[in-house]
């Protein structure tokens, strides 16, 4: 591979999808490419509705951070896992000793593997993922068992599920844009581990991120991922209730955005602030009450609630989040605490590479891309994909074939030399292409250029003699 390690992300969302190119630097990671397009209702609820479109969109994203790269070839991606269906589902596994027994690490990963076998996934669903909790044993709770001597030991499970259909429909979507997923993380773990600080991760808080068709809610205690769900509201909601006041799409969104609940003025409109804040209101209501029924169904008792997502940047939301979300302590996330830097030829604002994308990018270790010299070597020795591969060297059989004929030339010039009774020191051409073939750590491409220009200039130095 290359001698930059690149990390392409992809997230897509029920508003937009997004790419970003980043390389590992000392200080955290640096962006080099990003780019974004419109998703037109071919991704609805954070779901791949047209498998067509989204592969000739996510197409047009990857040829875009191509032509950021200078010749650098995307050959797979890392991606977020989110949309209406995905959720998560509590299990327990428990082990009785008749003994006090020492917990060791077998015990351990044989109740993961009793999980995964007894876990009962909902019919259409797959499991993409699963949270270990903390271990009870004989009444104290640890996240490290190893060591211990006890009679009992228990262990939750958060199993994170998603409907098969809609894999399905994003990996079709991906293989019709011939890119690889490279591995998938859920985008609310990857949110929570870059927007909560370190208090908030340990004394439980709800992450709420509220995008364009969904709201998707991780609570987080002690370091570790409670629940997951998603809810099938959003900030269109209210870009629409605009929109049936006879107010055109781009409008509706500066209204919301930009005036925002309770602005006292806010340029010229065809609605009334009054009915603005009435929709607002309203909207914003029943997805924070919506919010709290969920986080009080969780059986957790977390102390924070941070807000992310577009609808968090509505402009005075503060009194909607505190009347509708009581008892706990709100924080808005802003920026994702994570160390980044950007290429200085990238034309794009910090703020709208997504904490989701940052995530990725972060969490990817595998090299996604291609760069030109290693291309150009591949198709050297990869030409004829049929070529039969010599067991012993390695050699592709087109190789072999080169080296025979070259053998077939040197030998029959010896004999010519011999019946003349010329005959002169000169390096060994099948010497040399045998040492090649024994030490192929060079390129085929220069293996093939140094034999042939070896008998070359054999060829011209017999003609010197004859003349």
């Not at 498998?51 to 990857?62: P, R, V, Y």
């Not at 010039?413 to 020191?425: L, Q, V």
Request: proline share 3%.
């Amino acid at each position: 591979m290359g001698t930059k390690n690149y990390i392409v992300a992809l997230e897509l969302g029920s508003s937009k999808v997004s790419g970003a190119v980043a390389v590992e630097n000392y200080d955290g990671i640096n962006v080099i490419a990003y780019t974004s397009e419109p998703v037109n209702g071919f991704i609805a609820k954070g779901v791949v509705r047209n498998i067509d479109e989204t592969s000739k969109c996510l197409t047009s994203i990857i040829n875009k951070l191509e032509t950021q790269l200078d010749g650098v070839t995307i050959q797979k991606a890392y991606v977020a896992l989110a949309g209406l269906s995905i959720q998560s589902i509590k299990s327990t596994v428990k082990r009785e000793f008749p003994e006090y027994t020492k917990i060791t690490q077998e015990i351990i990963d044989e109740m993961g593997l009793e999980n995964d076998s007894v876990f009962c996934v909902p019919e259409g669903y797959q499991r993409v993922q699963v949270v270990t909790q903390e271990y009870k044993m004989n009444g104290n709770t640890t996240l490290k068992p190893i060591g211990m001597s006890v009679k009992n030991i228990e262990c939750d499970y958060i199993n994170i599920i998603i409907k098969e259909q809609f894999m399905k429909q994003l990996e079709e979507s991906f293989q019709l844009a011939k890119i690889e997923i490279a591995d998938s993380f859920t985008a609310a773990r990857i949110n929570a581990e870059q927007l909560l600080n370190n208090d908030e991760k340990r004394d439980g808080s709800a992450l709420v991120d509220i995008g364009a068709e969904t709201t998707t809610i991780a609570i987080c205690a002690n370091n570790l991922l409670r629940k997951l769900c998603v809810l099938p509201l959003g900030g269109a909601n209210i870009t629409r209730d605009l929109q049936a006041e006879h107010v055109s799409q781009s409008d509706a969104e500066t209204l919301k955005i930009h005036a925002g609940y309770k602005a006292e003025r806010f340029g010229e409109s065809t609605i009334s602030s009054e009915l603005r804040d009435n929709i607002i209101g309203a909207r914003m209501m029943e997805i924070l009450q919506n919010v709290h029924q969920q986080i009080k169904r969780s059986g957790e008792n977390p102390s924070n609630a941070v807000i992310t997502g577009g609808a968090a940047k509505l402009k005075n939301i503060e009194p909607l989040l505190n009347e509708n979300l009581p008892g706990l302590k709100i924080r808005i996330a802003t920026e994702p605490f994570i160390e980044f830097t950007t290429s200085n030829t990238l034309k794009v604002r910090r703020e709208e590479i997504s904490a989701t994308l940052l995530g990725l990018l972060k969490a990817g270790k595998e090299n996604c891309c291609l760069e030109p010299k290693i291309q150009a070597v591949q198709q050297v020795i990869f030409k004829d994909e049929e070529a039969t591969t010599d067991t012993k060297n390695d050699v592709p059989q087109q190789l072999k074939d080169k080296k025979e004929t070259l053998k077939e030339t040197a030998q029959t010039k010896e004999k010519e030399e011999k019946k003349s009774g010329k005959t002169k020191k000169k390096p060994s051409l099948i010497s040399i292409f045998d040492g090649w073939t024994d030490s192929f750590k060079k390129t085929a491409k220069d293996f093939v250029d140094n034999a042939t220009k070896e008998e070359d200039d054999y060829i011209a130095d017999d003609e010197d003699d004859k003349n």
